[in-house]
């Protein structure tokens, strides 16, 4: 007989009440709690409850088809959302560009923490990270419209250092994605690619008085305490999944155990990508690599790195990781972002940017979107395109060197290369380096101020930040400076003298030998 409460998916959403303020775990398409929110989603739709929620989640959750936060994207059920990421749920990102709910964006990890914090009955999250960015109060403070007002950060001296306090966030109702349960409701999650902060959310919920659902592939006599990730003390009612494409280690796709450490696959399988521009700029992204480092890869271009890496026989001379929690290993891209094929370690989010906050991270790759002339980054919001940071700010502002990666221009660039030389076909349609970014996801400011060591890789020029701007330090084989590089700028970088050629193996199409 089991101890803890075992319903349906319809009957548990039953438990979420009109105004209440409910967070799901997540990322990306991964660990995602499918049947609960599908089902709540579904009783608002026939109901009409409940209404005026208040949602709140850290890592982006959802693959742009209606899943994850896209469940609670209806007028009237959803009236605030405070979230690390909203690119995967585009029907969110709709209703705050109408002006019809609230909404703010905030780090990741920083929200990942405070669902910690919350647990621990702290006034908030007192950190560094976010400063001088969108995050920060005195620029936009993370609200993403002109109905949302409410300052929910705080800038704050604490023993003659400036801070940000992100405040507290009461959670009456988590949802959360486990394995298997136990008659006395503990949660194993050992076939999850990312635990993200299930932990410290369930926490959150039971210390403020809320209630925890979890949805599990299915009840067992007993589990291994060891594998335990949320208690069955903070249990108050388990579903198992009916639906078993809404129990999916990561959403359309099957079970990878490599991601899980059931076994290990020999890299050698993998397969890597043919020259393109993405390449080169993995390509020369990788020549910055070190041994005995510890990396963070961001998604998109920078996943190139790993594949140009390991296809160079050096991927074993780094360790590689995911803000989601995995340590080692290739990360994976695209649905499957979050998790890594032969990790070494699993991490709860939560630890994992306790780690990168504190400087964990020799090299950081991430993105670029836009840049501008004081070596400012946005990948966040672009016109009506809300994005989101992720976590982008904790990972940026904390990472001993940082680097982003992306082509230098964007929409319909295309390139020749593969002889040692880059040749332009096609032109893309918008200029990344700009007069001035739309949002400041990364400031150059604060990089300058902590001595940070910045470069911005594209496949046809190298820029570096220093203190008095931004330099164009390299250029490709087969490039004009002025008329390929200058003219596409919104500002004209500095320069000691003749940029030195880009490195010819880069461009040909055979492997570089950086082993």
């Known amino acids: 007989m089991s101890k803890v409460k075992v319903l349906t998916a319809q009957e548990a959403v039953m438990m979420v009440q009109d105004n209440m303020t409910v967070a799901t775990n997540g990322f990306v ?18 109901t009409g409850s409940p209404k005026n929620l208040t949602y ?13 936060a896209d469940h609670f994207a209806h ?72 109905v949302t007002t409410q300052d929910i950060v705080e800038v704050v001296n604490v023993c003659g250092q400036e801070r940000l ?10 949802l959360i994605r486990g394995t298997l349960a136990d008659t006395n409701g503990n949660v194993t999650m050992e076939h999850e690619c990312c635990i993200g902060e299930a932990t410290a959310m369930a926490q959150a919920a039971k210390n403020s008085g809320g209630k925890v659902i979890v ?24 579903v198992v999944a009916a639906d078993k494409a809404k129990q999916a280690q990561c959403l359309g796709s099957e079970y990878d155990g490599s991601m899980t450490g059931d076994f290990r696959i020999p890299l050698g399988s993998l397969q890597y990508p043919a020259l393109s521009p993405k390449k080169i700029i993995g390509r020369r992204a990788a020549m910055e690599l070190k041994k005995n480092t510890v990396v963070n890869l961001g998604i998109g271009i920078p996943e190139y790195i790993s594949m140009v890496a390991n296809e160079e026989g050096i991927g074993d001379h780094f360790t590689l990781t995911v803000e989601a929690g995995p340590i080692g290993g290739v990360p994976q891209g695209g649905s499957k972002f979050g998790g890594s094929i032969n990790a070494q370690v699993i991490l709860d989010q939560t630890a994992q940017f306790d780690f990168y906050d504190g ?35 904790n990972i940026t502002q904390n990472a001993k060197r940082v680097y982003f990666c992306g082509t230098f221009t964007a929409g319909g660039l295309k390139c020749a290369t593969g002889d040692g030389r880059l040749t332009i076909l096609q032109e893309g349609r918008e200029n990344k380096f700009i007069k001035n970014v739309e949002q400041i996801t990364f ?23 220093r203190k008095d701007g931004v330099y164009l330090t390299e250029v490709a084989p087969g490039i004009d400076i002025q008329t390929q590089i200058i003219d596409h700028m919104g500002f004209i ?3 000691d003298g003749e940029p030195k050629l880009m490195d010819e193996r880069i461009f040909k199409d055979e492997l570089m030998g950086l082993e």
């Not at 990942?112 to 001088?132: C, E, P, W, Y």
């Not at 400087?359 to 840049?371: R, T, W």
């Open 29 to 46: 398409a991964s660990g995602l709690p499918e049947e609960l929110t599908s089902a709540l989603e579904q009783r608002f739709i026939e």
């Open 56 to 68: 709140y989640y850290a890592a982006g959750q959802g693959n742009r088809d209606g899943s994850g």
């Open 75 to 146: 007028e009237g059920m959803t009236t605030t959302v405070i979230a690390g990421h909203y690119n995967m749920a585009p029907k969110l990102g709709e209703l705050i560009n109408q002006n019809k709910i609230k909404a703010y964006n905030l780090p990741q990890g920083t929200l990942s923490q405070l669902f910690r914090d919350t647990a621990a009955g702290k006034i908030g999250t007192l950190t560094h990270v976010g400063l001088s960015t969108f995050a920060d109060p005195r620029i936009e403070g993370g609200k993403l419209n002109t």
């Open 165 to 174: 306090l992100y405040k507290a966030i009461p959670v009456d109702i988590a």
């Open 215 to 238: 949805q599990v592939e299915r009840i067992v006599n007993d589990v291994d305490p060891k594998l335990v990730k949320i208690p069955g003390i903070y249990v108050d009612a388990i």
């Open 359 to 393: 400087g964990g991270i020799d090299d950081a790759f991430l993105g670029l979107a836009q840049a501008d002339e004081q070596g400012n980054i946005n990948v966040s919001k672009f016109g009506p395109r809300i994005a989101g940071c992720g976590g982008f700010i």
């Open 443 to 465: 400031s150059g400011k604060y990089a300058n101020e902590v001595g940070q060591p910045v470069m911005y890789i594209t496949e046809r020029a190298v820029f570096e930040l």
């Open 493 to 495: 970088p500095k320069m």
